[in-house]
């Protein structure tokens, strides 16, 4: 019989989870009406305005249009693949989480008891990250290739051949920040980030690793399919790309992915590049208020950027990848490594 | 408990390796031996190596095995184009397996397949990471270097194979 | 030696921007102007800080705090447009409260698309201004292509381009319009010299003719039972730009 503080643990890790998880799965309701405010707003509309006042029930309206919509498979596609394909994709998305601190410990006040802001602090933490993350795009790839359809197939291809060229820049970028703070784990990367150079700059690893930072988000761009890099499913020419033969529930399903990817790439930029949960200058803490904060503006950044640039052509794409990140990244490897030494 | 998991992920690594080898189709082939890779992953996570967990999962479910798809989607290998390539190997093969398995079956019956115990506690597996990290760099820093001379050279091959081709 | 190594990794694309800078900044040092180099830096520059996105971002940002142009059609705005607006047809009447239609059927007969169909029959009632009136009159609007032709053709200006647009409806019963819903009712404006001012945004609406237009104004979308109508508030006007 284990004693009552392990079982107070596991309850903790379980109620952990499962509020981790619904507030996942409900981030993406006030996300989809937030870009779409936002789109609206950059294109000078005004964006979602009937459902609701300022149209804010919007998503809840999609949502049961969604799940109510007739759920269609085509009729020459391999059935079983693509009903799981959509899990292929949103499964790695949620399992990310185990591994991403929301913040230190809090104490609750009531039973006085110290809580943990996070799932569990694996020792290869970031590695964890890039690996499940990079598992997401099974779902891209299998759901584009068991539609049986050109456009799908064409969205699958490019998302495979994408993810590939831009996963090496991406962990080659992270190496950097791994090598200053000399840790795979997250918790001690964001510990590291606290207190400030020469007493005025913030000691955040942005302002060590510019160029990571910048290889990191582009290539972050890339693999959470977002504009300019939105090749799977670029409208132009491929309609929806791997999505087209989707409806209903399983459709939702990759839009639900594809914003917690977004999230993903926000929660870990801040965490790697912004300090975590530090509060910049001479701000108070709060404990998760900052690190709230600056994941909401990474969030808007990549949706202020979807509205802004154009979509790459896909030479352009791979060139990108292959010629300047990876070239970039490597030489920041050695720049850091020359730096430590 | 351990050995549950350890039953679960062995089987399931198991059957998707048969998987790979006996489905008709060259995609869910792929996916079957990303399952037996993810299996694998977990049984070094089981034996306190998440370091090589998570690298098992990047590399190979992150990268090769997408690659495998690419390839296979943009071949577009049908069933039928399989045939051809056996050219009566199937005798050998038979030989070759069962010579196999015999070998194994006795090696297993015998125990001599368990390892002598390495001088790592459980403690010290905790910055699993550094410890590899430290025995690549030092100890096994000639090995280390070849393997990686030897992909670089793969990397070059491929390079070149690839230009002729183009013209 | 840097121009050679430079160029080999450039190859022949313009892709690896900044390496393409670097090696049109080592070409040839000797008749090099000063401004091609400050050029050349200013861009290896811009590059490197990526000027370009900040600018797109800052243009976007100005757009997105910028008030927004659309019109909130029918919640709460509505455009009426102006006088010269080719909308719904309104058959007319003169001050003596007289359809003004003979029936002449020169209408129908100069319509690009033949949509209107005039039956005249005898009247000397007194319902038309002479002894003759349209016993049916019916434009087929799903045909009409509101060229304002029968307008031009009328003798009697009895028929007239109105503003009303909001034609869409459920069923193709309302795509014929018929005498009864194109006629001016007969009193709800006072009769003036010449002819009637018809309600030229159609019967309900009640936006006259004098009514110059060219104004988005106040609307309220109302359903009950006859379906669904847009009341505008003449009150709350004001020009679109
Ligand atoms: S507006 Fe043109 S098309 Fe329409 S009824 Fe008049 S003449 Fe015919
Ligand atoms: S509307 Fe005018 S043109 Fe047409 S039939 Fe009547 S009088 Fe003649």
């Known amino acids: 019989m284990p004693d009552i503080n392990t079982l107070i643990e596991v309850a903790l890790i379980i109620v952990k989870v499962i509020v981790v998880s619904l507030i996942l799965f409900t981030l993406p309701i006030p996300l989809t009406w937030i870009e779409r405010k936002v ?90 990250i890039l690996a499940v993350g990079g598992i997401s795009v099974y779902g891209i790839i299998l759901g584009g290739w068991a539609s049986n359809s050109k456009y799908a197939l064409l969205g699958g291809i490019r998302s495979s051949a994408q993810m ?40 955040w690893n942005i302002i060590c690793q510019p160029i990571g930072f910048a290889i990191f988000f582009i290539a972050a761009l890339a693999e959470i399919n977002r504009i300019p890099f939105d090749l799977p499913e670029d409208e132009g020419s491929l309609a929806a790309g791997y999505h087209v033969e989707y409806s209903a529930m399983k459709f939702s399903f990759f839009m639900l992915t594809e914003y917690l990817a977004m999230v993903t790439a926000s929660v870990l930029t801040v965490i790697l590049f912004f300090g975590g949960w530090n509060a910049p200058l001479f701000m108070p803490e709060i404990p ?43 030489l920041n490897i050695l720049l850091t490594g020359l730096f430590l030494l | 408990m351990e050995k549950l998991f350890f039953l679960i992920f062995a089987v399931i690594a198991i059957v998707s390796a048969i998987g790979v080898v006996s489905l008709r189709n060259p995609v869910h082939s792929a996916i079957s031996l990303m399952v037996c890779f993810l299996q694998v992953a977990a049984l070094f996570i089981l034996l306190r190596s998440p370091f090589l967990a998570a690298v098992q999962v990047f590399i190979y ?98 390079i070149v194979l690839a230009m002729k081709e183009k013209r | ?103 002449c059927e020169l209408c129908a007969k100069t319509c690009p698309t033949k949509c209107i169909t005039v039956v005249p029959m005898e009247d000397d009632t007194g319902i038309g201004i002479s002894d003759r009136i349209a016993k049916v009159y019916e434009i087929n609007l799903v045909r009409c292509m509101f060229c304002g032709l029968c307008e031009d053709a009328c003798p009697t200006t009895a028929i007239r381009m109105g503003r009303d647009y909001e034609l869409a409806c459920f069923s193709l019963d309302c795509a014929a319009a018929d005498k009864k819903r194109l006629l001016a009712p007969a009193h709800p404006f006072p009769f003036q010299e010449g002819i009637q001012k018809s309600p030229l945004l159609g019967g309900d609406k009640g936006v006259g003719q004098e009514f ?28 679109w730009w």
């Open chain 3, 212 to 239: 110059e237009g060219g104004y988005v104004v106040g609307a309220r979308l109302e359903r009950n039972k006859q379906g669904i109508s847009i009341k505008p508030d003449l009150t709350r006007k004001k020009r």
């Open chain 3, 1 to 103: 030696m840097g121009k050679l190594h430079l160029n080999t990794l450039t190859g022949n694309r313009q892709t690896f921007f900044v390496a393409a800078n670097l090696s049109a900044f080592f070409k040839s040092p000797m008749n090099w102007q000063t401004t091609d180099r400050m050029q050349n830096m200013t861009n290896i520059l811009k590059k490197i800080f990526f000027i370009d996105f900040i600018k797109g971002l800052s243009l976007t940002l100005g757009y997105e705090v910028s008030k927004s142009v659309t019109m909130r059609y029918p919640d709460e705005e509505k455009w009426l447009p102006y006088q010269r607006f080719r909308g719904l047809h309104t058959l007319n009447r003169d001050a003596q409260g007289r359809e003004l239609c003979v029936a």
């Open chain 1, 39 to 128: 789109a609206g707003h950059i294109q000078v509309r005004l964006g979602p305005f009937r459902v609701g006042p300022h149209g804010i029930l919007q998503p809840v309206a999609d949502m049961i249009k969604l799940m109510f919509k007739e759920d269609i498979a085509p009729d020459k596609a391999d059935k079983w693949l693509f009903k799981f394909a959509p899990l292929f994709a949103m499964v790695p998305a949620f399992a990310v989480y185990a591994a991403i601190p929301f913040g230190d410990k809090i104490t609750i006040p009531i039973i006085n008891k110290e809580v943990t802001l996070y799932i569990s602090d694996m020792n290869v933490g970031i590695l964890y």
């Open chain 1, 288 to 330: 998760i208020f900052w690190f709230v904060a600056k994941v909401g503006f990474f969030i808007y950044l990549f949706m202020w950027i979807r509205f802004t640039l154009p979509r790459y052509r896909y030479d352009q794409l791979m060139t990108i990848g292959w010629k300047i990140l990876l070239p970039l990244s490597l």
């Open chain 2, 61 to 158: 479910v992150g990268a090769v095995v997408v690659l495998f798809l690419f390839a296979v989607m943009v071949l577009d290998l049908g069933k039928e184009r399989f045939g051809g390539y056996l050219h009566h190997q199937r005798p050998i093969a038979l030989v070759v397996v069962i010579g196999f398995v015999f070998v194994m079956g006795f090696t297993i019956l015998h125990g001599s397949l368990d390892a002598p115990l390495g001088n790592y506690t459980e403690e010290a597996l905790v910055k699993n990471t550094e410890i590899m990290g430290k025995l690549l760099f030092t100890k096994y820093v000639f090995p280390f270097e070849v393997v990686s001379f030897l992909l670089l050279i793969a990397l070059i091959g491929a």
């Open chain 1, 164 to 203: 590939i060229s831009y996963e090496i820049a991406l962990t080659f970028s992270c190496i950097g920040v791994v090598m200053t703070s000399n840790s795979l784990s997250l918790l001690d990367i964001v510990k590291l980030q606290s207190g400030t150079i020469l007493g005025f700059i913030p000691h």
